[in-house]
């Protein structure tokens, strides 16, 4: 088993900054890959950024390219999404995710976290 636990969610206006953050514990071998996703009030959960833990490739969604950055401190199995110029679209609860593979599908996912809100407003 892994547990994530997500941290930093809160509300900003538009154009702001937020920094997230997901502490993993337990079998953390099991799982090469960290990502996260995003799910707004009546729209499907959705892929946003991905990084492996041993050789930090990374991967984004083209909506937020340019604007996030997924980065890794494997001292402390934690990974963060920084998200700037944020955006009122960008609005969700944001879920950290684990799997074996880089993968934008839910179903491929092995673990998420409980999710934290981000607010932004315009």
């Known amino acids: 088993q892994v547990q994530l636990v997500e941290s930093g969610g809160g509300s900003v206006q538009a154009g702001g900054s937020l920094r997230l953050s997901c502490a993993a514990s337990?079998?953390?071998?099991?799982?090469?890959?960290m990502e996260w996703f995003r799910q707004a009030p009546g729209e499907e959960r959705e892929f946003v950024a991905a990084i492996g833990w041993n050789f930090g490739s990374t991967r984004y969604a083209d909506s937020v390219k340019g604007r996030f950055t997924i980065s890794k401190d494997n001292a402390k199995n934690t990974v963060h999404l920084q998200m700037d110029s944020l955006k009122p679209e960008d609005t969700a609860v944001y879920y950290c995710a684990a799997a074996k593979r880089m993968v934008i599908s839910t179903t491929s996912i092995d673990y998420w976290g409980q999710g934290t809100q981000v607010t932004v407003s315009s």
């Open positions: 337990g079998r953390t071998f099991s799982s090469s890959f």
